[in-house]
């Protein structure tokens, strides 16, 4: 077999970009030369787009990790019978793009934060390792390899009111879809942001596309007097059409929408925010974090929220899934200034009808990311003393306290190293976006404490071996030091790792 250094002399790998005058942009479509063998085991491929879904209390089924040394976000491992494995995602696979931003040289933590907040569904643009390893090798590291939708080029999700004249669009009548709609002038649907000539996608969070006629119109009147509906106008399916992009509710924008989600900024006060976090089920059976007993005056109810919201994201991070204890370390970690993206019960009910993240609604309100990408620790200044006489370089006053929760897949996502010339723990290695990092540590954190215990005697390794079968949290009391002469101060083969694991998406 050819190995992948050689496939210079078989295959060439193109760019090109066709030019659309209608939509006046560039298209790229990543392409093979004309003397690209066929039979060639390296074939390569053009980018490939995942639109998966989420069922019920489930991920979407596959672990993504970041490459040591190199940027890039790797599929590391499909779990089989998911929704990822049915969208053909592979391992090995380069995400390129979540939805329509381009995330190839975005911070690990941030593609990770997008695929969560895309809510229970997302498009992955992806390229299989080998394509991805020869197109940077002949194109270089700044060529465009992901096709994107132009600005302002994206379907809609529209939600229509009826008046006198009814929902004021027609649709072309054939015995299964796919249907186009046919607007009334001034209507209510061309007045809720309906383009002419839309094709029509989904009702209520339904794709109609292999309904019936008959199918539809029933959809249509068990609606009652409002219907929201995911279009796409002529340029929209033009362009998706050569750019091979499914016409996908992740990548649309919204119009007219009933409700929006709501961004609120706190600042804590004498007597606290002023409001209770509570765990219980929604509307829907599914847990989540409610906002209640908001007391008049205190900041939470002057910067808008409301009693019975539902916590959407803390410092712009979702906090889907997760469970009240680390909910509750996230707010407190953000210190006295806390921002909570809140939607309140009708627009909770909304987006888990159209099955869309509020997230992907925020406009212009996004929340400010916290300094270390949505921090979990709890800070507690202490005096420490000094490691002068260790023989390693000097930890500088003051310490904090961490807590840590386990990641899906169980591990906490740091590397642990210990001191050639004493028994000190220190951190070596921190996996972008895990637990650890979230937590906030910080390669070169000294371990003072895990768990209360202090660190430094003759039992450390058997009492750091015990640690996977105790309840979370994990509790570390760290002192922050400089990173200068780490590299001579990390003994070869001394390093523990802690689970380095990929992130369950």
Known sequence: MEKAADLQDTASLTLKFKFNPK?????????????????????????????????????????????LGRAGHVVCRVDPGT?????????GDRILAVNNDVVEHEDYAVV??????????????????????????????????????????????????????????????????????????????????????????????????????????????????QVTLLVAGPEVEEQCRQLGLPLAAPLAEGWALPTKPRCLQLEKGPQGFGFLLREEKGPDGRPGQFLWEVDPGLPAKKAGMQAGDRLVAVAGESVEGLGHEETVSRIQAQGSCVSLIVVDPEADRFFRMVRLSPLLFLENTEAPASPQGSSSASLVETEVPSLEDTGVPSV????????????????????????????????????PGGSAARAGLQVGDVILEVNGYPVGGEDDLERLQQLPEAEPPLCLKLAARSLRGLEAWIPTGAAEDWALASDLL
């Open 396 to 431: 500088p006053l003051g310490s904090r306290q961490c807590f840590l929760y386990p990641g899906p897949g169980g591990g906490y996502g740091f590397r642990l190293s210990c001191a050639a010339s004493g028994p000190r723990l220190f951190i070596s290695q921190v996996t």
């Open 23 to 67: 939509l006046g942009i560039d298209n790229p479509v990543l392409s093979l030369a004309e003397d690209h063998h066929p039979s060639d085991p390296w074939s390569l491929e053009r980018p490939r787009f995942c639109l998966l879904s989420k069922e019920k209390g489930k991920s979407f089924g596959f672990h993504l990790q970041q490459e």
């Open 112 to 225: 990770v934060r997008r695929i969560r907040a895309s809510g229970p569904r997302v498009l992955l643009t992806v390229l299989a390792r080998h394509a991805h390893d020869v197109a940077r090798a002949q194109l270089g590291e700044d060529a465009h390899l992901c096709p994107t939708l132009g600005p302002g080029v994206r379907p809609r999700l529209c939600h229509i009111v009826k008046d006198e004249g009814g929902f004021g669009f027609g649709v072309t009548h054939g015995n299964q879809g796919p249907f186009w709609l046919v607007l009334s002038t001034g209507g209510a649907a061309e007045r809720s942001g309906v383009p002419p000539g839309a094709r029509l996608l989904e009702v209520n969070g339904v794709s109609v596309e292999k309904f019936t006629y008959n199918q539809l119109t029933r959809k249509l009147w068990q609606s009652g007097q």
């Open 83 to 91: 929704s990822a494995q049915r969208q053909g995602l592979q391992e």
